[in-house]
């Protein structure tokens, strides 16, 4: 079974239609599937939750597998919630088409997730209000995550270019579609291709990919030296960008943490990301008496 069924498999199970009903799940397939992430641009976290939920799904029909949580999975660090610095995003919005411009704003300016921009509709803009409404759309099978809605407040020069957008709307509903007039995705896999542009890639990192197209395909080890692979490069970066931002700006936590849409105080330390030590030179230079 290719990636894209056991992707397909998975949409299946969430909606409950079209259960296999094989007694065990072959490891090789799951394998694809993790390779098929990766290949697709998910960082490590993202990899491993999409793989947890596909076994969490299988365990719950029943369906047994001898994948290995320690041996299949890639591990990774806890990273220090680090939002890109103000000269990064100088370069990464210089990369980019008027276009790519508007699609990350929106991240940068609603700290909103991956799916949450997707799905992103006209009515859930308030231009008087300027606050952008999350909230599930059972048509399309979207839910937010912990299936809460939530009101974010948006900067007024990002609604200034909404507006500008919806006077010429690609669709009558979605904000964001792709050539095919669907919602779009795969923001994260052109990140990192944008980001590879301008130069923000570290160079250290080293990882498999597939190349080729379909008999020539074949799996070679690239660095972010050469290709848009950096682990660094991240669309969650962009969420903890605009939660540092409002942090810095003296936005209440509680209010932070209800524009994120997480449950505790704890989770919000956490997620915050450390201060560009460069704005804090005064702050730095008084404690030390100078």
Request: charge should be positive; aromatic fraction near 8%.
């Amino acid at each position: 079974m290719k990636p894209a069924v056991l992707k397909t498999v998975r949409l299946e199970r969430v909606s409950g239609v079209g259960v296999p009903s094989h007694p065990q799940y072959p490891r090789d397939t799951i394998r694809e599937f993790r390779d098929f992430l990766r290949e697709d641009g998910f960082d490590v976290r993202a990899l491993r939750n999409r793989v947890i939920t596909v076994l969490s799904l299988l365990k719950k029909n029943g369906i047994k597998t001898n994948f290995s949580m320690k041996d299949d999975l890639p591990t990774f660090e806890e990273e220090i919630a680090k939002a890109y610095t103000d000269e990064q995003l100088k370069k990464l919005f210089k990369e980019m088409d008027d276009e790519e411009e508007i699609r990350y704003k929106f991240f940068l300016g609603t700290a909103c997730r991956d799916k949450e921009a997707t799905f992103a509709a006209w009515p859930d803009i308030d231009f008087e209000k300027k606050t952008y409404h999350i909230r599930g759309k059972s048509d399309v099978g979207f839910t937010p995550k912990r299936h809460e809605d939530r009101i974010v407040s948006m900067p007024t020069s990002l609604v200034d270019m909404l507006k500008a957008r919806k006077r010429k709307a690609p669709h009558n509903r979605w904000i964001f579609v792709n050539e095919e007039g669907r919602p779009d995705n795969h923001f994260l896999r052109k990140l990192k291709r944008i980001a590879f542009r301008a130069g923000l890639n570290c160079g250290k990192c080293v990882t498999t990919v597939t190349k080729g197209r379909y008999d020539s395909k074949h799996k070679v080890e690239v660095s972010c030296k050469t290709d848009p692979v950096c682990e660094h490069i991240y669309l969650h970066r962009l969420r903890k960008t605009c939660a540092t931002r409002w942090h810095e700006a003296g936005v209440p936590i509680r209010t932070i943490q209800r524009w994120l849409g997480h449950k505790s105080l704890e989770t919000i330390q956490i997620y915050l990301g450390e201060t560009d030590a460069s704005k804090l030179r005064n702050e730095i230079d008084r404690a030390f008496g100078d």
